[in-house]
């Protein structure tokens, strides 16, 4: 019989376990082995939780998108309502923020989004990702732009950090610092030409 109150711990344990196979091994060779052996449970608890690896990680990206949603928040609480450019580079901070950048969370994301193509459920996980992120870049652009060109500016800057999100992660690690910078510099090019 399981111990009270271990659900939550086991259900942390397994997704990040995936989040490390992930990173070792590559998802197509990452099993319900693989991760069951990196957690130190029995296989069985991973279909008896997340009723096997889909499961598994459909609950991991979901785990890392709860993480992005609280980086953001506490971000976005430090900064004035009305700053729209500390409102965007808290967009920013958070989508490059230390638990998202770590090697098995970028190889994590990357293997998330080519499952996102054929899997449903994680198609669906990454609309609302794409969404959240350009309602709140536009939300913060709408104070320092016309719409119409917050709407673009929102939709270049979003392409731009998954840009740089695809090729850091692909090159082996994101520097963050370059990030950060490269989108700054973006958020000054669009603010310069707010009258156009």
Not at 43 to 58: A, R, T
């Amino acid at each position: 019989m399981p111990k009270v109150g271990m659900q939550p711990v086991r259900r942390r344990q397994l997704i990040e376990a995936t989040l490390s196979s992930i990173d070792q091994h590559g998802l197509h060779n990452t099993t319900i082995v693989t991760i069951s052996r990196l957690a130190g449970v029995s296989s069985g608890i991973i279909s008896h939780y997340f009723g096997g690896k889909n499961g598994l990680l459909e609950a991991s990206m979901r785990h890392l998108l709860k993480e992005l949603g609280n980086a953001y928040q506490a971000r976005a609480a430090l900064v004035d309502r009305d700053d729209g450019q500390a409102r965007v580079m808290a967009v920013v901070d958070a989508n490059f923020d230390r638990v998202q950048t770590s090697p098995a969370a970028c190889k994590t994301w990357l293997a998330f989004w080519a499952e996102a193509m054929h899997q449903p459920e994680l198609a669906r996980l990454q609309r609302v990702n794409a969404k959240r992120l350009l309602s709140h870049l536009r939300g913060a652009l709408r104070t320092l732009l016309p719409a119409p060109r917050a709407q673009l500016a929102a939709q270049g800057l979003a392409a731009l950090i998954d840009g740089i999100w695809l090729r850091g992660a692909l090159e082996g690690g994101i520097d963050t610092a370059q990030a950060k910078a490269l989108c700054r510099d973006y958020l000054q090019q669009q603010l310069r030409y707010k009258d156009s």
